[in-house]
């Protein structure tokens, strides 16, 4: 990757919390719980997985960084929302938390030398990534979540529509 290619990246990587907060700004705050079925997931649990998986980043991120060519946990995103009850969750607290995760990894590595992009670590899931893949992972994290919550809007905004129209 060019190095204006991968800054391009790193400053959307550091720009995800001002972007969440401007799609939830969009949501109204009573459709937060709001489930389309039970298995998917409600802007409310959305909010607090992206600050779990957040959690996880920000020790991947060390591991490329102190430790290359380690290994690093998987997890199963759905078994943590259910065991971890995530609807019962702050999603404000999870907000703050991402919101000082990302701030952290992104003053970590915004300034790094170029041979430290090349470092490894090694996934279960995906096998062997490089620290640009991680950066792609989690740059491309909080745009896909986002698209998510506004599909959810949709649907609830649809639903009571239609509710609305009896």
Same mark, same amino acid.
């Given at each position: 990757m060019t190095t204006d290619g991968r800054n391009r990246i790193l400053e959307s990587y550091g720009s995800a919390y001002e972007q969440l907060i401007a799609a939830l700004e969009e949501l109204p705050r009573e459709m937060w719980t709001f489930k389309s079925s039970p298995e998917r997931w409600s802007v409310h649990e959305i909010i607090v997985h992206i600050a779990d998986s957040e959690a996880n980043?920000?020790?991947?991120?060390?591991?490329?960084? !102190?430790?290359?060519?380690? &290994?690093?946990?998987?997890?199963?995103?759905?078994?943590?929302?259910? !065991?971890?009850?995530?609807? &019962?969750?702050s999603p404000d607290d999870a907000l703050a938390l991402f919101r000082l995760l990302r701030l952290t990894s992104y003053n970590l590595i915004k300034d790094l030398p170029e041979s430290v992009w090349s470092n490894t670590i090694e996934h279960p899931e995906n096998g062997t990534m490089t620290f640009d893949d991680w950066l792609h992972t989690y740059e491309r994290h909080i745009p896909g979540h986002v698209a998510q919550m506004r599909r959810n809007h949709e649907e609830w905004r649809m639903q009571n529509e239609e509710v609305d129209s009896r």
């Open positions: 980043s920000f020790i991947r991120c060390r591991r490329f960084l !102190a430790e290359p060519g380690s &290994e690093v946990m998987a997890y199963d995103q759905d078994k943590w929302a259910t !065991a971890l009850r995530y609807h &019962e969750q």
